[in-house]
């Protein structure tokens, strides 16, 4: 089994100094396949050498909250992350989590916690982002993937060295490439949204919701993102 890193860390390199920060639907699965990859010499599989299943976030590497990783550890490394824009990564929680995988159904969620928030199971994407605090209290995943840019970045974009936008990710991958002096390939992702879902999916008042939950990344993100026109 492929042990990699301590609850306590971000996605690292240690023989390269290099160190990656995720966030939940900004390619985290597929960058941490590749670096895996970097690191063991050998490709990425979904099972152990004993058969067992190999999971990339839960074996590899968590994606932590930003406070929960010592900061002073990483004093001389390489601190890259990647970055996307705050209300079409949070859409794609929506679809993949919500349309996809169904997690807001009736197997996954407790009816008598959904009954007290006053919620509806599987909800369509306007009712969703009307009440995306309520269900983020409803259900784990949900948290875990709509946790804002703050919670994995900190409020400081400043801590890193270099920071790549999602349309940028072949810069990423040749940076990871020339750091480390490997042929660095960026896996196809098994995990992304098959449901394609906007704004204009939305009634104004769920935009108007969503734009609200955003607030704060954009304006961490301001020099890479701006707010959409509703």
């Known amino acids: 089994m492929y042990k990699f890193f301590s609850n306590a860390s971000a996605v690292e390199l240690p023989a390269h100094r290099l160190v990656f920060f995720a966030a939940p639907k900004v390619a985290s699965s597929s960058i941490k396949k590749m670096l895996f990859e970097i690191h063991f010499g050998k490709p990425y599989r979904e099972r152990n050498p004993d058969g067992s299943k190999y999971k990339i976030h839960a074996d590899f590497s968590r994606t932590?909250?930003?406070?929960?990783?010592?900061?002073?550890?990483?004093?001389?490394?390489?601190?890259?992350?990647?970055?996307?824009?705050?209300?079409?990564?949070?859409?794609s929680a929506y679809a993949n989590r919500v349309i996809d995988l169904q997690i807001l159904s009736h197997k996954h969620v407790d009816p008598e916690l959904m009954r007290t928030l006053g919620l509806r199971l599987d909800p369509d994407i306007s009712y969703f982002m009307k009440n995306i605090d309520k269900y983020r209290v409803l259900s784990r995943p949900i948290w875990h993937h709509t946790n804002t840019f703050t919670e994995f970045l900190g409020h400081d974009l400043g801590y890193f060295d270099h920071v790549f936008k999602f349309d940028e990710l072949d810069r990423l991958v040749g940076f990871i490439s020339a750091h480390t002096g490997m042929n660095a390939v960026l896996p196809a992702s098994?995990?992304?949204s098959k449901t394609r879902k906007s704004l204009a999916d939305m009634e104004l008042e769920a935009r108007q919701s969503l734009l609200t939950y955003c607030a704060g990344d954009y304006a961490l993100l301001k020099a890479y993102y701006a707010p959409p026109r509703l």
Do not use: A
């Not at 932590?64 to 859409?91: A, S």
């Open 190 to 192: 098994t995990n992304h």
């Open 64 to 91: 932590r909250r930003f406070l929960e990783i010592p900061q002073d550890k990483y004093k001389g490394w390489t601190k890259i992350t990647l970055l996307r824009d705050p209300v079409e990564r949070v859409i």
